[in-house]
């Protein structure tokens, strides 16, 4: 059955209303359609009085139902917008929330310096390292994780976003045989140290 855009996003709000709130189910809507068909909020607009295909309305509507499980829609997607960088994400490694990414600022705030050796322990997705190598000043940067599809995930990501980091396997809870003999910056998720890492 064909529906005109504007139609066909207020039923899907309707049918997102036990899990999201009409201002998040927007929200998702819009990010689904810019994923699929790379539209804008504008065209968006401009398209609202036109029929959705029946191609688009199956897309969507199993990304709709995939929400209605609880799924996030980075996962369901397959990438989330953060630090100013567009990253794979899968669930093998954790989302990256606001507050690294305000982490991230924190670091590089701090460290003006040039050619700091830099560890981020349990990288998963690769954002935190990632980010400190595009916005530190010529650094070297190490990420370990335990998770080989966490590794590749962050190998990925290195890739896309065009920064050279040394990934490593390895349990942190466990001596590591690091590349660098000291490190300026260790960082892990939710923490920060600064000192020097004698490996």
Not at 7 to 27: C, F, G, H, M, Q
Not at 49 to 71: C, G, K, M, P
Not at 72 to 94: D, F, M, R, S
Not at 127 to 134: D, E, G, S, T, V
Request: aromatic share 8%.
């Amino acid at each position: 059955m064909f529906m005109t855009l504007n139609s066909y996003i207020k039923s899907n709000i309707t049918r997102l209303a036990p899990v999201y709130d009409t201002s998040e189910s927007r929200w998702l809507i819009r990010i689904i359609l810019e994923k699929l068909k790379g539209w804008s909020q504008t065209d968006i607009m401009i398209k609202g009085d036109q029929d959705v295909s029946a191609e688009l309305q199956f897309s969507i509507d199993a990304i709709i139902a995939r929400l209605l499980r609880n799924e996030p829609i980075q996962y369901i997607l397959g990438e989330t917008y953060w630090h100013g960088l567009t990253l794979k994400v899968t669930p093998a490694v954790l989302i990256p929330r606001v507050e690294t990414s305000e982490l991230v600022d924190i670091i590089v705030n701090e460290n003006k310096s040039k050619d700091l050796a830099v560890l981020d322990m349990c990288t998963g997705s690769g954002c935190i390292a990632i980010a400190l190598a595009r916005t530190l000043p010529f650094p070297t940067v190490t990420g370990v994780d335990i998770s080989e599809d966490a590794l590749h995930i962050a190998g990925e990501n290195a890739a896309l976003c065009k920064v050279k980091i040394h990934f490593l396997k390895s349990d942190v809870l466990k001596p590591i045989n690091l590349p660098e003999k000291s490190y300026d910056i260790i960082v892990s998720l939710s923490s920060i140290s600064k000192f020097m890492w004698d490996g």
